[in-house]
DNA sequence: CTGCACAGGGAAAAATTTTTCCCCCTCCAT
DNA sequence: ATGGAGGGGGAAAAATTTTTCCCTGTGCAG
C-alpha cells in the first residue's frame, strides 16, 4: 500500500466524491456492474485494454470506500461476485448527472482544449 | 506544457466532466469565482495554503476548457478577473450534486476506508 | 501431466499531477 | 531607489497514480 506523505482535505464533500469516482476507470468499473456485470473475470473480458491488475486495484478502493462489497460464494471454484452497497446505489444517479453534463458539453470542452486561443477579451471599464 | 503519452478517453461524458472539475483545487476555484472572489489576488488570499502558482496553473487550465473565462481591464495598473463561461455556469449545479452526495456520505467513505475490513461476506448459494 | 479459466498480489517502472523555488514585468508610494 | 501589490511563468523536484511484468494458488478438461 502506498503510504501519503500529504495529507488528504476531506472536508469537502465534493473532494470526497472525486476521491471515490474520480480514479481514471472508476466509472467504467461502476457501469460494469450496474450492468450486472459483476464478477471479476467478466470485468476484465469488458474491459479488455485495461489490465486486469488494475481493475483489482480500483475494486479494491471501490470496495475499501464502501461503494462496493463482494460475495464469494462457498462454490468450488470459488465465484466472486461485485455488488453495490446502499450507498454505492446511492452514487448512481450522482453520475449520470456527471455523465449527462459530459455528453452535453464534450465537443465544447475538447474544442476549447485545443484551440487553447488565450487571446483574453479585453475590457474597457464602464465605469469610467 | 507537458504533452502526454497516453493519449486521453474523452468519449465518456464522466470522463470529460472529471477532467474539468477534477484537479486538486479546482472545486475552490471555482467556488471562489462563485462567490464573486474574480481575481487573483484575491483568489490567492482566499485559498493561501495553496501555493499562487498552483492557482494560476489550475485556472489557465480552467480558461483552456472553457470555463472561465479572463476580463482584461485596460486600467492601470491592470486588472484581472475571472467570470464564468455559460457553459461555466451550467457545471454548477453539477458540483451542487456531488458536494452534497459528498456531504451525505463523507463519514461513511472516510469509516470503511479506514476499517479497510477485507472480511469478505461469504455465502452459500441459495440455489444449490 | 498440460493447459486454461478463475481469483489475486508484490515490486518496480512509467506517466501524470502537484509542489517548490525562483525569476520576470509594471506601477505607485515612500 | 526601494518596497510592495498585482499579474505571470520556467524548470526541476516531489508526490501520486497508473501500468507493466511476473508470480501464487485452485479446479477441471483433455
Given at each position: 500500500m502506498y503510504e501519503r506523505k500529504i495529507p488528504e482535505l476531506l472536508d469537502c464533500g465534493l473532494a470526497v466524491a472525486i476521491k471515490v469516482i474520480g480514479g481514471k476507470w472508476k466509472a467504467w468499473i461502476i457501469d460494469c456492474i450496474r450492468r450486472?456485470?459483476?464478477?471479476?473475470?467478466?470485468?476484465?473480458?469488458?474491459?479488455?485494454?485495461?489490465?486486469?491488475?488494475?481493475?483489482?486495484?480500483?475494486?479494491?478502493?471501490?470496495?475499501?470506500?464502501?461503494i462496493i462489497f463482494?460475495?464469494?460464494?462457498?462454490?468450488?471454484?470459488?465465484?466472486?461476485?461485485?455488488w453495490f452497497t446502499d450507498v454505492g446505489s446511492s452514487i448512481l444517479p450522482v453520475i449520470d448527472v456527471l455523465e449527462k453534463w459530459g455528453?452535453?458539453?464534450?465537443?465544447?470542452?475538447?474544442?476549447?482544449h485545443e484551440n487553447y486561443q488565450s487571446e483574453t477579451c479585453v475590457f474597457k471599464r464602464e465605469t469610467a
Amino acid at each position: 500500500m502506498y503510504e501519503r506523505k500529504i495529507p488528504e482535505l476531506l472536508d469537502c464533500g465534493l473532494a470526497v466524491a472525486i476521491k471515490v469516482i474520480g480514479g481514471k476507470w472508476k466509472a467504467w468499473i461502476i457501469d460494469c456492474i450496474r450492468r450486472e456485470i459483476r464478477r471479476p473475470s467478466g470485468i476484465h473480458k469488458e474491459m479488455h485494454e485495461v489490465a486486469p491488475r488494475i481493475i483489482n486495484l480500483h475494486l479494491k478502493e471501490l470496495e475499501d470506500h464502501g461503494i462496493i462489497f463482494k460475495k464469494i460464494y462457498a462454490e468450488i471454484p470459488a465465484r466472486v461476485e461485485y455488488w453495490f452497497t446502499d450507498v454505492g446505489s446511492s452514487i448512481l444517479p450522482v453520475i449520470d448527472v456527471l455523465e449527462k453534463w459530459g455528453n452535453d458539453n464534450k465537443e465544447y470542452i475538447n474544442r476549447s482544449h485545443e484551440n487553447y486561443q488565450s487571446e483574453t477579451c479585453v475590457f474597457k471599464r464602464e465605469t469610467a
